[in-house]
């Protein structure tokens, strides 16, 4: 039996930040270091094999393959390490931090940005799609305590403690945190990399928030792309 962190935690929503480390400006960078090499680890990728697509297909296909990549090496990662740490998944999202500049550092030749151009109107649209984007995830969830919309305050809950029950707890292999015991049958994927996100620094809206308000603004651009 484990004598460290509790194997999952219950589902208040709570303070924004629960630990005296969530929010510190070092660990917040450190998350966005993450999320950036993410991106540029799926642009690589996307650049090497698929040049020829259109610039927003490209820049969406980056962000999915990214960050998909990243948080299955992140997971198993932590899953690995669980026997032995108690931070495992703070120790996950650093070594796939290492090895996405590893990826980016080798295959930096593929990260032409002249390969990316778009026209002023292009850029316009990029523009207020993260606008409208940020706005309704901001909406959705956000302050300190959390305030939740009026029709996702049950979603919230859940998926919220999901995500605590990686970022500030020991819940491997997963479990429901409201079911002790029982085996996981949701697709709890974003909800780990949430939890991932707010173990390296920032606050639990903004683990939410940052990647799903880029992914929503990705999707509008492939409707542009792709009409």
Do not use: C
Not at 21 to 40: E, H, N, Q, V
Not at 98 to 119: E, I
């Amino acid at each position: 039996e484990r004598t460290g962190r509790p194997r999952y935690v219950a589902g208040a929503l709570g303070p924004t930040t629960r630990s005296s480390r969530r929010g510190t400006p070092d660990l917040t960078m450190l998350a966005i270091l993450y999320l950036l090499a993410a991106f540029l680890t799926g642009l690589v990728l996307v650049q090497r094999f698929v040049p020829g697509f259109p610039t927003f297909v490209r820049l969406a296909g980056a962000l999915v393959a990214g960050i998909l990549l990243t948080a299955w090496v992140t997971f198993l990662t932590a899953l690995a390490l669980s026997p032995f740490l108690d931070d495992a998944t703070l120790a996950g999202a650093i070594i796939a931090l290492g090895l996405n500049v590893a990826v980016v550092v080798q295959s930096r030749q593929f990260l032409d940005y002249r390969s990316l151009k778009v026209t002023p109107v292009d850029a316009a649209l990029a523009g207020l799609s993260l606008m409208l984007s940020f706005w309704l995830m901001d909406a959705r969830l956000s302050g300190d305590p959390l305030t939740v919309s009026a029709n996702t305050w049950g979603d919230t809950a859940l998926h919220i403690s999901l995500a605590r029950s990686f970022s500030e707890a020991h819940n491997f292999p997963p479990e429901y945190p409201f079911f002790g015991g029982e085996t996981i049958r949701y697709h709890f994927g974003y909800d780990f990399f949430a939890g991932a996100l707010e173990a390296q620094g920032l606050p639990i809206a903004w683990a939410f928030n940052l990647p799903g308000a880029v992914g929503f603004a990705a999707m509008m651009l492939l409707i542009f792309e792709l009409g």
